[in-house]
T-cell receptor
Framework: DAEITQSPRHKITETGRQVTLACHQTWNHNNMFWYRQDLGHGLRLIHYSYGVQDTNKGEVSDGYSVSRSNTEDLPLTLESAASSQTSVYFC??????????????FGPGTRLTVL | AQSVTQLDSHVSVSEGTPVLLRCNYSSSYSPSLFWYVQHPNKGLQLLLKYTSAATLVKGINGFEAEFKKSETSFHLTKPSAHMSDAAEYFCVVQLSGTYKYIFGTGTRLKVLA
């Protein structure tokens, strides 16, 4: 069965360190998304990609970067981790087509703590 | 600008009683609307989506939502709550002409025995 996986599931790091969160999907979807989930905010879009070599900033992109070298993977990098980036991170993917009623498929999440 | 507002951050119901989770949307266009559910420590799962084919949308696990344009609402209902329905529920609007989502802030449903 096709799926979307994230690793690690839990991560504790220190302020100032670089951290990379992995996202891998076997749906063969062109669209991939990274969100962060914080209490009272729902999910907010960090970065997204509509295909290989394509990346775009979302509403909360400061301090984060992504790269897309193949269809299956969209790693999220925190350049210099800050305590404000303690959150739960979700990766999602969706197929390309007419951009209406477009279902996104979500990974299980990564809980990141920055001390 | 498109947005969704979930009117209740927490809802408690007794097992076997009806569930109502409220969502209002703001959109100049015919919206693409979704309800997702997140069980504790899990990812999000699609419950149902509004596709304009019908105003009453049936989803998984007995959930339904009714699209009311005049009220700009897309409330989620279930006739009889089950303990396994305890979770967080998100109302979502897809930004017109894009694949991007705007999430509501979520409603945490508690089901009492």
């Amino acid at each position: 069965d096709a799926e979307i996986t994230q690793s690690p599931r839990h991560k504790i790091t220190e302020t100032g360190r670089q951290v990379t969160l992995a996202c891998h999907q076997t749906w063969n979807h062109n669209n991939m998304f990274w969100y962060r989930q914080d209490l009272g905010h729902g999910l907010r879009l960090i970065h997204y990609s509509y295909g290989v070599q394509d990346t775009n900033k979302g509403e909360v992109s400061d301090g984060y970067s992504v790269s897309r070298s193949n269809t299956e993977d969209l790693p999220l990098t925190l350049e210099s981790a800050a305590s404000s980036q303690t959150s739960v991170y979700f990766c999602a993917s969706s197929e390309t087509g007419v951009p209406t009623y477009n279902e996104q498929f979500f990974g299980p999440g990564t809980r990141l703590t920055v001390l | 600008a498109q947005s969704v507002t979930q009117l209740d951050s927490h809802v408690s119901v007794s097992e076997g009683t009806p569930v109502l989770l409220r969502c209002n949307y703001s959109s100049s266009y015919s919206p693409s609307l979704f309800w997702y559910v997140q069980h504790p420590n899990k990812g999000l799962q699609l419950l149902l989506k509004y596709t304009s084919a019908a105003t009453l949308v049936k989803g998984i696990n007995g959930f339904e939502a009714e699209f009311k344009k005049s009220e700009t609402s897309f409330h989620l209902t279930k006739p009889s709550a089950h303990m396994s329905d305890a979770a967080e529920y998100f109302c979502v609007v897809q930004l017109s002409g894009t694949y991007k989502y705007i999430f509501g802030t979520g409603t945490r449903l508690k089901v009492l025995a």
